[in-house]
């Protein structure tokens, strides 16, 4: 499981925000997203790339997995989870009273 951001959305937005605004003063992405980065004290370039290409996957503009398309994955994994370990319970029960109802039972 990922761990929670060390950054608060508002910065995350904000960096992101900030690319698109000075990606034509330098050569390359790369260059403006080392120097947004630099300027907002982000750990890493690479931090704030990916925060760029989840954004623009959630915008339609990029190919790729959304944001919510992933919660609603994980959550629907823990589901089918939760799911199959009742559905075992389930099987063991019933084979535990399948088994009580063959054996011989004497009355006293």
Known sequence: M??????????????VRMVAEVRPEYDTEWAAMKAVAFKLGIGTTETLRKRV???RID???????TTEESAEL???KKENAELKRANEILKAAASFFAAELDRPHTRS
Do not use: V
């Open 59 to 65: 915008a339609g503009t990029r190919p790729g997995t």
């Open 53 to 55: 290409r989840q954004d």
């Open 74 to 76: 994980k959550r629907l």
């Open 2 to 15: 990922a761990r929670p951001s060390p950054y608060p959305l508002e910065l995350r937005r904000r960096a």
